[in-house]
C-alpha cells in the first residue's frame, strides 16, 4: 500500500517560520508535490521536487531527500493568509498519472 | 479565463439514484483526474485519464464510472450511489500526466 504521513495540526506565529514534514512509503516515486488548500476552496500548486535538495520560491520552499523518503515545506515570514492546509503527494505511475496524498497538514497562523 | 468547471456544485440524493458529475478544462490538457475528499483521509484519486478514450483506475475506483470522448469532458458517474460515497469530489487536469495540476471548485455530494 501507499504510506504518506504529515501532522495533522500545527499552529505558528504571524512573522515566524514553519516546517511541515512529509514522510511516504509508496510503490513507486516520481516526484513530490505540495499543494495549498484554504478551508473550503480547491487546492492550488506550490511546488514539485523530482531531485533532492531545495528548491526556493519566494517565502516557500521545498526540500526532497528520496533516500530518506521525506520532504518538508518552510514557510517564512508567515502571514494570516497562510492559515490553510497544506497537502503533500507523491507522483508515481509510468507516465507520473498517479497520485497519491497525505492527509494534510492545518496549518494555523496566529498574531 | 483558464479554468476547470464542475458540475453541480452541491447535490443531495437518495441511494440508487444514477447522478453523473460533469468536468470540463479550457486549456487544452491531455491529462484529468477525479479525487475525492473526506475527513482524516484527504485526497484520493479515484479515476485519471490520460488522454481522449483512454482511462484508468486510481486508488479508490469502486462504485464510479468515467468516460473521456472529448479532450475538454471528463465526467464522473455513480451508476447506484450509496452513503459512503458522501464525499467532496475534486477534478484536476494539468497539460500532461506528472505536471502541475489545476483543481475545479468542488462538488459536495450527500447520498441519503
Known amino acids: 500500500g501507499q504510506n504518506i504521513d504529515q501532522p495533522t495540526e500545527m499552529t505558528a506565529t504571524e512573522g515566524a517560520i514553519v516546517q511541515i514534514n512529509c514522510t511516504y512509503q509508496?510503490?513507486?516515486?516520481?516526484?513530490l508535490f505540495w499543494y495549498q488548500q484554504h478551508a473550503g476552496e480547491a487546492p492550488t500548486f506550490l511546488s514539485y521536487n523530482v531531485l533532492d535538495g531545495l528548491e526556493e520560491k519566494g517565502r516557500f520552499s521545498s526540500f526532497l531527500s528520496r533516500s530518506k523518503g521525506y520532504s518538508y515545506l518552510l514557510l517564512k515570514e508567515l502571514q494570516m493568509k497562510d492559515s490553510a492546509s497544506y497537502l503533500c503527494a507523491v507522483e508515481r505511475g509510468n507516465a507520473g498519472n498517479m497520485l497519491t496524498f497525505g492527509g494534510g497538514t492545518r496549518l494555523m497562523v496566529k498574531p | 479565463e483558464a479554468q476547470v468547471t464542475q458540475n453541480p456544485r452541491y447535490l443531495i440524493t437518495v441511494t440508487g439514484k444514477k447522478l453523473t458529475v460533469t468536468c470540463s478544462q479550457n486549456m487544452n490538457h491531455e491529462y484529468m483526474s477525479w479525487y475525492r475528499q473526506d475527513p482524516g483521509l484527504g485526497l484520493r484519486q479515484i479515476y485519471y485519464?490520460?488522454?481522449?478514450?483512454?482511462?484508468d483506475k486510481g486508488d479508490v475506483p469502486e462504485g464510479y464510472k468515467v468516460s473521456r470522448k472529448e479532450k475538454r469532458n471528463f465526467p464522473l458517474i455513480l451508476e447506484s450511489p450509496s452513503p459512503n460515497q458522501t464525499s467532496l469530489y475534486f477534478c484536476?487536469?494539468?497539460?500532461?500526466?506528472?505536471?502541475?495540476?489545476?483543481f475545479g471548485p468542488g462538488t459536495r455530494l450527500t447520498v441519503t
Open positions: 485519464s490520460m488522454n481522449v478514450e483512454v482511462t
Open positions: 484536476a487536469s494539468s497539460l500532461a500526466g506528472g505536471g502541475e495540476q489545476y
Open positions: 509508496t510503490s513507486g516515486f516520481n516526484g
